[in-house]
């Protein structure tokens, strides 16, 4: 029986490798996975008394890519995002596969070709819890998706930012 055993184990482990060699078959999903830092775009956290800024940018530039912001314990948030002209007026986010789309006002932007879009959203959502246990959050331009990860002496900025904002 023993022998009946290892022999199946080593079936499945053989079995498994074998799969794990073959490239993933592309299936359509909400999420295609963790995304890398990219280099000189991090995200950055400014407090000025009882309110509070993460930002997805280069430091010290305009180049924002998405914003969000609050008031200290109220577990609102206001979004700020580009987005190209003509884009649905609306900020789609992903983070870990959770993914929710808010209803924006938009107005043409003053720093970049396209528009600047701007949202209301509560902290608790679940896009958001996502994004504060994974680290990283996406925006979605029809089938385009941005993906904003942070660097390793970064990602602290994010538990910050949500524990400031209740």
């Known amino acids: 029986?023993?022998?009946i055993t290892l022999l199946a184990l080593s079936s499945l482990s053989l079995t498994a490798a074998a799969?794990?060699?073959a490239?993933?078959?592309s299936m359509?999903?909400?999420s295609s996975g963790a995304p890398a830092p990219v280099e000189n775009y991090d995200w950055f956290l400014h407090q000025d008394g009882d309110e509070?800024?993460?930002a997805y940018g280069l430091e010290e530039s305009d180049d924002l890519r998405i914003g969000l912001d609050c008031r200290r314990a109220s577990g609102k948030l206001d979004l700020s995002a580009i987005a190209k002209a003509g884009a649905s007026p609306e900020i789609h986010l992903e983070s870990g596969g959770d993914t929710e789309r808010y209803p924006a006002q938009s107005e043409p932007s003053e720093l970049h070709d396209g528009l600047f879009l701007t949202a209301e959203a509560r902290?608790?959502?679940p896009v958001f819890q996502r994004f504060r246990s994974v680290g990283w959050l996406a925006v979605?331009?029809?089938q385009n998706r941005d993906?904003?990860?942070p660097h390793p002496g970064s990602i602290d900025r994010i538990e910050r930012f949500f524990a400031f904002c209740g």
Do not use: K, V
């Open 140 to 142: 979605w331009h029809g």
């Open 23 to 25: 490239p993933a078959p």
């Open 123 to 125: 902290t608790s959502e």
């Open 52 to 54: 509070a800024r993460l």
């Open 147 to 149: 993906a904003y990860a």
């Open 28 to 30: 359509p999903s909400t």
């Open 19 to 21: 799969c794990a060699t």
């Open 1 to 3: 029986m023993r022998l």
